[in-house]
């Protein structure tokens, strides 16, 4: 009976491999390029794809700490306005306090940092209150200070330098993609190489279990928000050098697509599941599909809706996958 | 044995009305102070436009509050608001002489659409309520603006018929707070004295245990949500003849105000409990700070900030009430 279960394991693991979410998803960006070179003939060169990944990069910094918050079970929805606080406030301790830019650039990663550490905070102290209702409170107020700060000015004229971070390249290589492949190195690693990795997995399966083995929780929970903040403050630099000025109402709804981009890497939203890789070839699916359905004048609400179902279905997938996969289990047992 | 728990009980209860009363002291203490900075706060004309603008706020506020007893959030009805507003709104400018019930009954029609999709997806597919309700948010929001074409319907295309549902009265009471209070006592009834609104509930505060008894959780989950639609459909018609304007963007980020009187009322993020009679307060707290503010000369930029305040103190507040009531019954039972 016993050597029966661990012989369908074996074949189950064999088959995942080829059923992996991963290939899915390069088969889906193949597929994606495939429709984006047909609509224009200037697109299937490297060139064109490299630049491509300018128009949406800025973003996918914040998509490797929230994998690591959804990896928890939890979600950060603050994210978005964490991006809008930090750039306002870059902008104005440059323009209106005349700090160098040098400093205000600090500045901006030490107010996403102090943002993702206020998250974590309130999360691990007040444990009655979910990371929904705590980031929900925390979205509204970050916001709201970038508009008490800003009013609804937008705030500019950044030394010519300071483009390059979003526009500029190293060697016909964009800027942000090197960035971003470091980034992505780094959170792998810790993910998937590190005892930080294995507890945030183990956290992620069984909060209680992995508080009785001795695991950190509390400290884990406040350094990966904190780190969420750090990379919103990331994403700021970015997105406000692409644009060359700021708003308070900047980066609204990038929650929806850093969220969407996660689930769709593969990451469950009830934890302890999903990797990196995926994460990051989601991030490269939608920010494509969304390039090509700009090639193709796409309006921007019609954008909207194939976010929000594509995140809606891409959490629905793997529920039934995982439904099937134990049916199938149960019935190799019994059989 | 039975002593205990109903000396537990009384205590709960003591507790709790001590909570709504705290409010209302509360209340009182603000416009007390608003009075002071501002005579015109406490005129009839002032406290009728109050109200009136509450109204819709208030019938949000019950389909929120049955959404968070079973654990769960919904953002997706300021959109959800949004559509069927904008639906109706076309609907009367084509057809001038369609009686104003119907395009009531329209909307929410449509609202009880979305919200049975969104139920679908948190009860039957299993996505987490924050997830599905995001994607759908954004979804719904995209289609207001593609059956509109990004236009306005503005007052003159209304016929007058349509917007005299929010300026005329029934009883001499205005239809808005007619509706709103109707919807009350319905409530009322609904959760208090059927089973149905029981089971909300149980299901609210243990889902496992409300299953093993034979409740449908499922059932359950589905038909608050498609209530949550409703509501927000209804809503959407008042809201559009209220200000005479049906625009893509009507009530975004309406929501937050939803959920905020909700915390604000006592009803428990983590489920199982709220009560008509704290919403109600909560909605009107909620309506006199919105209305005081600009009174008292704040500037529009702060009310975000300080909306996001209120909910995160509130929210924390409860949970240290909670705690301390916790701390309290354990130590009742070491003697």
Known sequence: MEKRIIAAQKEFNLRKFFFQWEWMLVLILIIINIINASLSPYYLNFKSIIDATMTFLDKAFIVLPMAFVIILGDIDISVASTVALSSVVMAVSYNNLGLPMELAMVICLVVGTLCGLINGLLITKFKELSAVIVTLSTMIIYRGIAYIILEDQASGKFPQWFSYLGWGYVGGIPFILIVFAIFAVIFGLLLHKTTFGRRVYAMGNNITASRFSGVQVDKIKTVIFTLAGFMSGVTALFLTSKMGSTRPNVATGYELDVIAMVVLGGVSTSGGKGRIIGTILSIFVIGLLRYGLGLKNVPAQMLLIIIGLLLVIAVMIPNIKINTGKAHKLHKTKA | ?335
């Not at chain 2, 009954?105 to 987490?128: D, E, M, N, W």
């Not at chain 2, 701390?327 to 039972?333: A, F, P, S």
Request: net charge positive; proline share 2%; glycine share 10%.
């Open chain 2, 1 to 335: 044995m039975s002593e205990i728990v109903l000396e537990k009980k009384l205590k709960v209860t003591g507790i709790s009305k001590f909570r709504e009363l705290g409010l209302l002291v509360f209340i009182i203490l603000l416009s007390v102070l608003v009075q002071l900075r501002n005579p015109n706060f406490l005129t009839l004309e002032n406290i009728n436009d109050m109200i009136k603008n509450t109204a819709i706020l208030s019938i949000l506020t019950v389909g929120m509050m049955l959404v968070i007893v079973t654990r769960g959030i919904d953002l997706s009805i300021g959109s959800t608001l949004a559509l069927s507003g904008m639906v109706s709104a076309l609907t009367v400018s084509a057809n001038m002489n369609l009686h104003p019930l119907l395009a009531i009954l329209l909307g929410t029609v449509i609202g009880t659409a979305c919200g049975c999709i969104v139920g679908f997806l948190v009860s039957k597919a299993r996505i987490l309520p924050i997830i599905a309700t995001l994607g759908m948010m954004n979804v719904y929001r995209g289609l207001t603006f593609m059956i509109s074409g990004g236009k306005w319907v503005s007052a003159h295309q209304m016929p007058a018929s349509f917007k005299a549902i929010a300026t005329s009265s029934i009883l001499g009471i205005n239809v808005l707070i007619f509706i709103a209070i109707l919807i009350y006592i319905i409530f009322y009834y609904f959760i208090n004295h059927t089973r149905t609104g029981r089971q909300i509930y149980a299901v609210g505060s243990n889902p496992e245990a409300a299953t093993i008894s034979g409740i449908n959780t499922v059932k359950v989950l589905w038909m608050v949500y498609t209530i949550m639609g409703a509501l927000a459909g209804l809503a959407g018609v008042l809201w559009v003849s209220k200000f005479a304007s049906a625009q893509g963007d009507t009530a975004m980020g309406y929501e937050m105000d939803v959920i905020a009187a909700c915390v604000l009322g006592g009803v428990n993020i983590a489920g199982g409990s709220g009560k008509i009679s704290g919403i109600i307060l909560g909605s009107l707290l909620l309506g006199i700070l919105n209305n005081a503010l600009p009174l008292i000369n704040v500037s529009p930029f702060w009310q975000e900030a300080i909306q996001g305040v209120i909910i995160l103190v509130a929210v924390i507040v409860n949970a240290l009430v909670k705690r301390n009531v916790d701390r309290k019954n354990l130590m009742r039972r070491k003697i």
